[in-house]
C-alpha cells in the first residue's frame, strides 16, 4: 500500500468511526452510483444494430442500480439518517464540466459511444482502486457494510472488462485520466475540510493536511 492509499485509509477509518461520518462516507458512494452515468446507459441501450453494447449497457446499468440500493439500505442500517451531499461535493459533476460537459452531450455515433466508454472506464479503474481502502475501512466497525463494497468491488472489475472490450483510444483515455485525477484531487481535499467543518473528524493533522494538500496533491500513479 502506497503513502496515499494509507493516508487515506487511516482518513476513513477516522471518519467511519462515528455513525454521522459513516452516513456521510456511503451517501457520497450512493450518489455516485446513481447520477448522470445513467443518462450515458440510457443513451447506449438505444444504439441500433448492436446487440452487444445494448446487452452491456443494460447489465451495466443494473449493476450500477443495485449497488445505489445496497448503499442506501446501509445507510438506513446505520441509524444516523441521509445526509443531504452540498453540491461542491459532487465529484461527477465537476468531472463532467471539466470535460466541457461530456456526460450530457448526445450519443449519436460510434465515436460519441467511444468517448462514453473512455471515461466510464477512468470511473471503473478510480473505483477499483478506492473499494479496497473502503472494505478495510468497515472491516471492524460494520462488517456488513465491508461486504457490500467487495460486492461492489467485484462488479467493477467485470465492468472494466466491458470498457476494454468497447473503447480502444490511448491519447484520449490518458486526457480523461489525467481530467479525472485532477478533479479527484481537488475534491478529496474539498471533502476533508467540509468534514473537518461538520465535526465528523477532528485532529490538527486532518487541518493541517486540508490546508496544505490542494498544493501538494499530485495525479494517481
Known amino acids: 500500500m502506497n503513502l496515499s492509499d494509507r493516508v487515506g485509509l487511516r482518513f476513513m477509518k477516522n471518519l467511519v468511526a462515528t455513525p454521522a461520518g459513516r452516513a456521510h462516507l456511503l451517501a457520497l458512494v450512493a450518489d455516485s452510483e446513481a447520477n ?10 438505444k444504439v441500433e444494430n448492436d446487440p452487444f453494447l445494448r446487452n452491456v449497457a443494460a447489465r451495466h446499468a443494473a449493476d450500477e442500480a443495485r449497488h445505489a440500493a445496497l448503499l442506501e439500505g446501509r445507510i438506513v442500517a446505520n441509524g444516523a439518517g441521509r ?70 468491488l467485484t462488479d467493477e472489475r467485470r ?16 486526457r480523461y ?23 465528523m473528524i477532528d485532529g490538527a493533522g486532518w487541518k493541517l493536511l486540508a490546508t496544505v494538500g490542494p498544493h501538494v496533491a499530485g495525479s494517481r500513479p
Open 36 to 45: 448522470d452515468e445513467g443518462r450515458i446507459f440510457t443513451a447506449l441501450a
Open 83 to 152: 445526509p443531504q451531499i452540498p453540491a461542491h461535493l459532487d465529484l461527477l459533476a465537476q468531472l463532467d464540466d471539466a470535460l466541457d460537459g461530456l456526460m450530457r452531450r448526445p450519443i449519436a455515433s460510434r465515436e460519441d459511444v467511444m468517448r462514453a466508454y473512455l471515461l466510464l472506464q477512468v470511473l471503473e479503474e478510480r473505483a477499483v482502486s478506492q473499494l479496497p481502502l473502503f472494505i478495510a475501512a468497515f472491516a471492524d466497525v460494520d462488517p456488513e457494510t465491508s461486504a457490500v463494497f467487495q460486492q461492489l
Open 159 to 174: 465492468h472494466l472488462g466491458y470498457c476494454h472490450a468497447i473503447a480502444l483510444h490511448d491519447e484520449t483515455l490518458t
Open 177 to 199: 485520466r489525467q481530467v479525472e485525477a485532477r478533479v479527484f484531487g481537488k475534491g478529496t481535499m474539498t471533502n476533508l475540510t467540509y468534514v473537518i467543518e461538520q465535526g
